[in-house]
């Protein structure tokens, strides 16, 4: 496992870490029993994994409940990342949800602490001034944000709050970021955490056209509008997308690699991107996930792996957000 330092700081995280939306149910995800979920949790750590990100809103707790017993007797070795997922972010509430979530981690301090959402119910200093409260307690060690597009981080980084990065959808077939997002957070030092980095598993190969999608997957921007789950008005670009798949396939059996790993692979090579967070159901799947740090793509392949997901990157434009129109991002 390869690893990189979080922002500034003195945080190490492996450049693989473990999405933990999947070990509980939701619309994308079945969840685990308990059990499963702790062997998955921890068979992370036999391969070198040392980050895990979860959040309140990960079914209501539950995602925080197991992961604080999977890592309870280790804590000193993990790297925890939460968020505060409150409906306004008032400092009342960070507070109250922050001092919630220790307690189903079985901890008393976070690693990393990121405001889930932008709501803009209070002024954005309100919540970014209670979090570097907490901070300055030693209940979290470093702070970051997710979903937050050019306007949003432009004004999170003129606070004096230091902020070490940002959690955002980033794959193949998910480039908004690269419009205006990345330059700025090069400019500050601000590492991408690429949540997503699979496109919910079209880029594993998993289905060859739009229509073997599920109902609950197709619903981002990268489908038509009147797929039956949508929340976005517009065309998508579906035929742009299977045959960016169709190529990304190619590329990978040329490389001798499945299309998951060498997807994880563009990313890892990118210099922006601090860690991948990847979710699993199964120990197999922790250890697939983990190899695909060790995969080397050549400087060609780089260069077509980009031009092959031009369209799609055209396509779907610099909207970070990958699901609703108008957008919640910006």
């Not at 008032?90 to 919630?100: G, I, M, Y």
Request: proline share 4%; net charge negative.
């Amino acid at each position: 496992m390869k690893y990189a330092r979080l922002g500034e700081t003195d945080i190490k995280v492996s450049k693989i870490a473990f999405g933990c939306m999947s070990t509980v149910a939701n619309p994308t995800y079945d969840g685990l029993e308990d059990a499963e979920g702790i062997a998955t949790i921890r068979s992370a750590l036999d391969h070198g994994i040392n980050f895990f990100d979860t959040a309140p809103a990960y079914g209501d707790g539950a995602s925080e409940d197991l992961l604080g017993r999977a890592l309870q007797d280790v804590r000193d070795q993990v790297i925890i990342a939460n968020k505060v997922s409150s409906q306004v972010m008032s400092a009342k509430e960070v507070v109250e949800e922050c001092e919630k979530s220790l307690k189903l981690l079985r901890t008393d301090y976070m690693d990393l602490y990121q405001i889930h959402w932008p709501r803009r119910q209070v002024p954005l200093e309100e919540t970014l001034k209670a979090m570097d409260d907490l901070l300055k307690q030693g209940k979290v060690r470093s702070l970051g944000v997710c979903n937050f597009g050019i306007e949003d981080l432009t004004e999170a980084l003129g606070s004096d709050v230091p902020l070490v990065s940002n959690q955002i959808a980033y794959s193949l077939l998910s480039r908004a970021v690269e419009f205006e997002v990345e330059g700025l957070c090069e400019r500050y030092g601000i590492g991408f955490l690429c949540y997503s980095p699979l496109a919910q598993a079209l880029l594993a190969g998993k289905y060859e056209s739009a229509d073997d999608v599920p109902p609950e997957r197709a619903r981002t921007r990268m489908f038509s509008k009147d797929r039956p789950q949508s929340r976005h008005d517009e065309d998508g670009c579906e035929e742009q997308v299977f045959a960016a798949i169709a190529a990304i396939r190619k590329i990978s059996h040329r490389v001798g690699r499945s299309m998951a790993d060498v997807s994880l692979a563009w990313l890892l090579h990118q210099d922006s991107v601090t860690s991948i967070l990847v979710g699993a159901s199964r120990p197999d799947q922790v250890a697939r996930n983990a190899a695909s740090a060790q995969v080397q793509l050549s400087q060609d392949d780089l260069d077509e792996l980009d031009a092959v997901t031009q369209p799609v990157k055209l396509a779907m434009g610099g909207s970070l957000d990958m699901w609703a129109t108008p957008s919640r991002i910006r």
